[in-house]
């Protein structure tokens, strides 16, 4: 049995250890807000943070997130009260498909809670793992950026 | 084909004494540390039904240890973690430039110095840092420790030195006299998540009158294996740089490199540019 902290509740793992956190978390846990794009670490669609840090839950085992911290989209805010960045993406245009933003927000939310630098470049930097095939990424930078300054 | 969770075992030694007692008895096992890239090949369905020697719980082997004479980096020290240590960043800095490039955010944070050496691609980012750095790969293993320098590790393309039962427990990095000039450069199709087309590590010190009393330079993306140039650094020692002894430097680079056509580049583009970024390096024009 598996052990770990998923979006702050403690649950537990009794399937195969070698599944894939993202399988797990959608299949094990019922949380389908992480998405899968490549499959291959390259997209960034499936990131979630792990002990606080954005990574490709694609490309972990679950046995390797045993007593581990991690927090998916669904931990950021809910359709009724969204958090101060799914807002900003709201207001910016920084969702098109949808595909790579639960993981643009969980890379977002790590930096701003990190650095927090709210400039272009460092924005641009801490999100250069994620792709987006839709918006040419202008509006993601923005509303990454108005939502920052919205927290401060 | 997928990866077939249920095909697969997982052994999870909690130190480094029992990582290298299970490895005995698992000799097919493959090592897992931080899984960037062993986990595309399972996701493709490459390894379904191996046994997997996961090292995540080794803690003794995520340490950066400052000693008297250089830096022990644990070889499951992440890419983030090289990046953001002090002494690394005053100390060797091409190392942390390098570790920025690897792939980006998500892979820095669990991709390891460790992995990055055994799974021995010729364009590891870290090898050309570390190569000119001179680091030394300390090794454990049923017969006990040994000490490989970095020019030593790399047996050709996705092959090692280490032996039956191997495993990296450390990555020592020697200090060195504070260079005159340091650079590291990639070249790739875009600055994240791009595997390089070529890429640059130089260290160079001088004396006072202008000669040059030393040059580190390597290249990797150029060769199986990373390659330090060998016939431009003797021929470089004792002269001045000037745009004579540059030029002449310069065509010395394909003694020690031998790049070839592949789906990322040519070996053209790739010598083209290695010659222009090794002369800009010397002429103090790359910063």
New interface residues.
Partial sequence: MIKLTVNGKKKSFG??????LI?ALREDFALTGTKEGC????C?AC?VL?DG????S????V??AEGRKIETVESLGTPEKLSKLQAGFLACGGAQCGICTPGMLM?AHAHLKGSGKCDDKSVRT?L????CRCTGYQDIVKSVISAAKGLK | MRGDAKSMTVLTPRSGAEAVKAFAKAPKALPLAGGTDLMVGWNMGWINGRTVLDLSRVNEWKKISVVSDGVDLGSLVTHTQIQNHPILKKRFPLLVAACATVGAAQIQNRGTIGGNIANASPAGDTFPALAVYEATVRVVGPNGRRAVPISEIFAGVKKTTLQAGELIEAVFLPFCETPTRGVFRKVGTRAAQAISKTMFAGLIWTAKNGELTGARLAFGSLAPTVKRLYAVEGFLRGRRLNDVSISAAAELLTNDVSPIDDIRSTREYRLVVSRNLLIAFLKGEVK
């Fill in positions: 399937g195969a250890p070698f599944k894939r399988d499959g291959e670490g390259e960034g990131t792990l840090e954005p990574v490709n694609c490309l972990i085992p046995c390797q890379t801490a250069a793992g994620n792709l």
